[in-house]
């Protein structure tokens, strides 16, 4: 049953590449925006809020499209970036580009809870002992949050491999380019006899899910461990 | 209401050389802080009420909250001076605090913990001083534990030993016996009288317990209402009383 075609490996070892770097590479932009929400007052945060929350309530074709407009070839960025030799448009960076942007939200939201559950007067006590602001925050805030982080992690990863509406829009669906796993399954669907290939994706799709959520498990679990244990 | 100062022992206070000086202004709210004051090393007891503003006071003090007005002095450094727009913050001020509720890091084991304000603040390593620390609090049991594991007095004398291992020049200790109970502070109490002889760092002592008081300082503060109600020696305590 799992006898997959070169064509299918091509499409799974694409989408975890896409979603491996959409989470990895929206991390620290992830980690920035949840602090600043989590622990500033400054003007436009409402704004920053509700943008960085935007794709989460956009359909997905609206993203996607929002996407080509911006990171196009010739898009008012897209432009500029093509320049220095950086291009999104139907290529996989540009399928990873619109599912980090399509997890971000997720990613944002578990790191900020975490932020704001961590007891600030531990900052100041790590300050009274010599740590300035960003090393308290090495130190302290973010080894304290790493649940969060890794929970915000695993759902950007599960957002990303599962996205299809931003980047079928934004980078369309190129076999060995842009075809990830849930485009090569939404056009196995769409031609005759294709069920058997959809399911064996399928399948795929299901281990991968399982485990990820799995190794989230395991991971949150061990970073509790380091708090209560000894 | 005027500090008195006609007592003997804050007379002799004036002859030494002034190690801390405060005399700083905040307004929190509804509520108004101005306090002046100046301590020649050794313990000095913030005593007072609670609610009074000690706790305001000693975090100006250690930097983590900003004076309104005024100035603040350790020796020969200008920690803050509201004149000359000096403010020098929490992290290179080099004062150890220790807090009501110890604020252990708890993902850290306090063999970490105890290390974090050397490492921090540059310091070499100094094993002997950490054994002669580790000692003097009988911590050396609990070195591979995390603060989950310890009792509330263990918790305490670990947070001691941090804020003493970073070398500070100036100790600060906020109500930390308050969040223990009768027999726990008993525990402590020989361990500060120790670190008062022993470590020869000068402490501020904050507390409105006249009895720990009593046990460990040689001057009093007494602070109400936000203010600086009188200095002075122990019988201070007596007047609080009456």
């Known amino acids: 049953m799992l006898n997959l075609t070169p064509d299918e490996w091509t499409a799974v070892e694409l989408s975890l590449r896409i979603a491996v770097v959409a989470t990895v590479v929206s991390l620290p932009f992830g980690i920035a925006i949840a602090w600043l929400l989590a622990r500033k007052d400054f003007w436009g945060k409402a704004l920053l809020d509700g943008v960085v929350h935007l794709p989460l309530v956009l359909p997905p074709v609206v993203t996607g499209y929002l996407l080509l407009i911006t990171f196009g070839r010739k898009g008012l960025v897209g432009a500029f970036l093509a320049d220095l030799g950086i291009v999104f448009s139907f290529r996989w960076t540009g399928a990873a580009l619109a599912c980090g942007v399509m997890a971000f939200p997720l990613l944002v939201r578990a790191i900020r809870l975490s932020f704001e559950a961590i007891d600030r007067r531990l900052e100041d006590a790590a300050s009274t002992l010599g740590a300035s602001g960003p090393w308290a925050f090495l130190t302290v805030t973010l080894p304290l949050a790493l649940p969060g982080v890794i929970a915000g992690m695993v759902l950007a990863f599960a957002k990303a491999l599962g996205e299809f509406g931003a980047t079928i829009t934004f980078v369309s669906n190129i076999p060995g380019e842009t075809q990830t796993l849930s485009a090569a399954i939404y056009t196995f669907t769409q031609i005759p006899n294709g069920d058997a290939a959809a399911m064996r994706l399928v399948i795929i799709a299901i281990v991968i899910a399982l485990a990820a959520l799995v190794a989230s498990e395991w991971f949150a679990r061990r970073a509790g461990m380091r708090y209560h244990g000894d | ?242």
């Open chain 2, 1 to 242: 209401m005027i500090p008195k100062s006609g007592d003997r022992f804050s007379d002799k206070i004036m002859l030494q050389k002034s190690m801390l000086l405060v005399d700083v202004e905040k307004r929190l709210g509804e509520f108004q802080v101005a306090a002046k004051f100046e301590t020649a090393g050794g313990a000095t007891a913030l005593f007072g009420p609670s609610g009074a503003g000690k706790t305001s006071i000693v975090s100006m003090i250690g930097g983590l909250l900003t004076p309104d007005r005024g100035r603040i002095a350790l020796d020969d450094t200008v920690l803050f001076d509201s004149a000359t727009r000096t403010d020098v913050p929490a992290h290179r001020r080099r004062i150890g605090t220790v807090f009501q509720e110890g604020r252990l890091f708890p993902h850290m084991t306090v063999a970490r913990n105890l290390d974090y304000g050397r490492w921090m603040s540059g310091l070499a390593a100094d094993p002997a001083e950490q054994d002669r620390i580790v000692d003097l609090l009988d911590i050396g049991a609990l070195l591979e534990r995390r603060p989950g594991r310890l009792s509330g007095g263990e918790r305490q004398r670990v947070a001691i030993g941090r804020a003493l291992l970073m070398k500070p020049r100036l100790l600060l200790l906020d109500e930390p016996l308050a969040s223990l109970d009768r027999a726990r502070k008993q525990e402590i109490l020989p361990y500060l009288a120790r670190l008062r002889d022993d470590a020869k760092v000068p402490m501020i002592y904050v507390s409105h317990q006249a009895g720990e008081i009593q046990r460990l300082c040689s001057q009093v503060v007494r602070i109400e209402d936000g203010q600086v109600a009188a200095t002075g020696g122990l019988k201070l305590l007596d007047e609080a009383r009456s």
